[in-house]
């Protein structure tokens, strides 16, 4: 009989992202092969993949705009996919300005809960159709449905701010396991904030509800 390789729930946490500033370095080299670009620069840049960084100044101008990094492949260059291939190495470099997503967690979650991811169904139907007839449209990412013990903490008070003011963040879920911690990143808006609920001889709770948008990615790290 094999043994389960279930993993633990307990241990698990949520994580809200905010963009973090930081300090720019100066560009060595730009190249391409084909949109996807790599910048080299001349000291340790300090980013990671999925740091939002904007360039200008640099010539042609596709190396110009915003853009997610899309791999480090070491402490001095970094990859991103160009919106229109440059079509040659940058003649001029110009500079950047960057930012890394630092987390904090989301004090004292007791349920995670990821529901209600569907897929569109588009009718294709025409009048030589023998039966109704349809084709998959894009997937809706459904909600992150949270429950926690109400502290009035700071991540806590964040959140209900975001709601308040219609900001969509980056988010992560964090499974501890044995070798790998499994980590579910999205972005999302808060539609619900309840709570905190009072009841006689209980704890004080608070439910919120986050729309993700975009796309659910799961990783091993």
């Given at each position: ?19 973090a500033?930081?300090i720019?370095?100066?560009i ?8 996807t ?5 001349a ?24 853009f ?12 991103f996919a160009?919106?229109?291939?440059p ?12 930012h ?21 169904a ?11 007839e ?30 308040n ?13 044995k070798?790998?911690?499994t ?33 659910i ?5």
């Open positions: 009989m094999s043994q389960s390789q279930a993993i633990r729930a307990q241990g698990s946490y949520l994580q809200r992202g905010a963009m500033a930081v720019s370095k100066v060595s080299t730009m190249t391409a092969v084909g949109s670009v790599t910048v080299t620069t000291t340790a840049h300090g980013l990671v993949a999925g740091s939002i960084v904007t360039h200008s100044g640099a010539t042609p101008s596709a190396y110009n705009g915003q997610v990094i899309a791999t480090v492949p070491n402490a001095t260059t970094y990859t160009a919106l229109i291939a079509g040659g190495d940058a003649s001029v470099v110009g500079t950047y300005t960057a890394n997503v630092a987390y904090a967690l989301f004090e004292e979650s007791s349920s995670i809960k990821l529901g209600g991811i569907s897929v569109s588009i009718d294709t139907t025409h009048l030589l159709s023998k039966a109704k349809f084709v998959a449209g894009l997937q809706d990412n459904g909600t992150c449905e949270i429950s926690a013990n109400f502290i009035n903490g700071a991540v806590q008070g964040l959140v209900r701010a975001d709601m003011d219609g900001i969509t963040s980056p988010y992560q879920i964090v499974i501890p396991g070798v790998n911690d980590v579910i990143s999205f972005s999302g808006f808060v539609t619900k904030y309840a709570g905190p609920d009072l009841k006689t001889d209980s704890k004080a709770e608070i439910s919120v509800t986050i729309k993700i948008s975009g796309e990615t799961i990783d091993n790290k």
